[in-house]
């Protein structure tokens, strides 16, 4: 059973810093993609950013230049370096892992964590 677990989430000021971690456990696998989503109320969960098991990167365009993704495949773990954070940055942040089995993608997901950028 794979789990996927966040920290590192909490409450900063406009402007601040904060980096979320994930690691897997119950899996001794790699993951082909894993990745962050944020979700705010009412809304729909959307894309952060995506990092491969060979390094290629992808970001949404709000968060290019702000955000960093990377990853530790040794570890499966990946982490979100967050930077210059702003108000409409606040969510719950989940981590997202994607593997090929027996040629079909399986998703996983973290519980999420609150980020919330406020003074």
């Known amino acids: 059973q794979v789990q996927l677990v966040e920290s590192g989430g909490g409450l900063v000021q406009p402007g601040g810093s904060l980096r979320l971690s994930c690691a897997a456990s119950?899996?001794?696998?790699?993951?082909?993609?894993m990745g962050w989503y944020r979700q705010t109320p009412g809304k729909q969960r959307e894309l952060v950013a995506t990092?491969?098991?060979?390094?290629?990167?992808s970001y949404a365009d709000s968060m290019k230049g702000r955000f960093t993704i990377s990853r530790d495949s040794a570890e499966s773990t990946v982490y979100l370096q967050m930077n210059s954070l702003k108000p409409e940055d606040t969510a719950v942040y989940y981590c997202?892992?994607?593997?090929?089995?027996?040629?079909?993608?399986?998703?996983?997901w973290g519980q999420g964590t609150q980020v919330t950028v406020s003074s």
């Open positions: 990092v491969t098991s060979g390094g290629v990167t």
């Open positions: 997202n892992a994607k593997r090929i089995i027996f040629g079909l993608w399986r998703t996983y």
């Open positions: 119950g899996s001794s696998v790699s993951f082909d993609v």
